[in-house]
């Protein structure tokens, strides 16, 4: 096994994705490391043989990635020099990738900025990464329900929600969202784009600069392939849309959509 350590530093992210400051709820703090693998050494059937971080998620700069593996190469040191034989050295995820005009180090630089750090420790390195693989694999195709104009806003409703994609209500994420078909010289205006979820934090997008849609047209919801479908929920009773694979010009359903009947599933009404 390996523990997770939280190294106490900031990875300068949205402060819902840093999980490695001292005030996080992950890890053991750095100082009492060497304690807890003290402990996990007196246990039988367990092999002491690593040490895990994960400070964050949508990290942007490498600082904060080097300066924790500085802090982790310390401790491996500190735990060899106490008989523990660490072989294993896992980095955890937190790569961070583009949504708006974010510039995250490319994977190759990334590592190249790891290697200067963790070379000499003799270690294999686990890595954990998972929004810089699938974020921008994945859209949420939505269909535009109707313009609403109010005295002081316009909004776009839409029929995903907060539900399908929790990221702007939960994080203020931004998602670019884009007409499926591009037409030119469209009459633009700025809009609230919402769900119809009973939430006033029902929303995809603020204050968006945007060609009125048509209703039925469909808009794409982009960078949506990680922390999308898997934070959905089924709350106000929706159920969920299916996922889509598509390989050149194909495609493949590889979830279906959810029924009324996926809903109710598993629940029962006891008999009183
Ligand atoms: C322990 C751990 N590893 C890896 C990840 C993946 O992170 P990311 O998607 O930022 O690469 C997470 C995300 O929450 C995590 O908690």
Same mark, same amino acid.
């Given at each position: ?13 949205h402060?819902y994705i ?40 949508q ?20 735990? %060899?020099?106490? *008989? ?5 050295? +896992? &980095?955890? @995820? ?5 949504y ?35 974020g921008?694999?994945?859209?949420l ?21 907060m539900?399908d994609l929790v990221r702007p209500s939960l994080y203020g994420s931004f998602h ?5 078909? %591009?037409?030119? *010289? ?5 809009? +609230? &784009?919402? @769900? ?8 995809l ?16 919801v982009?960078s949506a392939?990680a922390y999308g479908?898997?934070m ?41």
């Amino acid at each position: 096994m390996a523990l997770r350590i939280n190294p106490d530093v900031d990875p300068k992210t949205h402060p819902y994705i840093s999980t490695g400051l001292k005030k996080s709820k992950f890890g053991i703090d750095i100082s009492l490391a060497m304690e807890e693998y003290r402990v996990a050494r007196e246990l039988s059937h367990i092999d002491v043989v690593g040490v895990h971080q994960h400070i964050g998620s949508q990290i942007t700069e490498i600082a904060p990635f080097v300066d924790s593996l500085a802090k982790m190469a310390g401790l491996i040191a500190e735990l %060899r020099n106490h *008989g523990f034989a660490i072989k294993y050295l +896992d &980095v955890g @995820g937190g790569l961070g990738i583009t949504y708006k005009d974010e510039d995250p180090p490319v994977p190759r630089v990334f590592a190249e900025a790891l290697i200067a750090v963790i070379k000499d420790l003799g270690c294999t390195i686990v890595l954990e990464p998972g929004r810089v693989i699938v974020g921008n694999a994945g859209v949420l195709v939505t269909k535009v329900l109707y313009n609403k104009r109010t005295p002081t806003k316009h909004f776009i409703v839409v029929d995903a929600g907060m539900n399908d994609l929790v990221r702007p209500s939960l994080y203020g994420s931004f998602h670019s969202i884009l007409p499926a078909r %591009r037409e030119k *010289g469209r009459e633009t205006v700025v809009a +609230d &784009v919402v @769900g119809p979820v009973c939430e006033s934090g029902d929303f995809l997008a603020k204050d968006r600069s945007m060609p009125v849609p048509e209703p039925e047209e469909l808009l794409v919801v982009m960078s949506a392939g990680a922390y999308g479908h898997t934070m959905s929920s089924n709350y106000n009773s929706r159920p969920r849309p299916p996922e889509i694979l598509v390989k050149g010009d194909r495609w493949f359903t590889i979830r279906e959509r959810e029924s009324y009947e996926d809903l109710i599933r598993g629940e029962r009404v006891p008999e009183l």
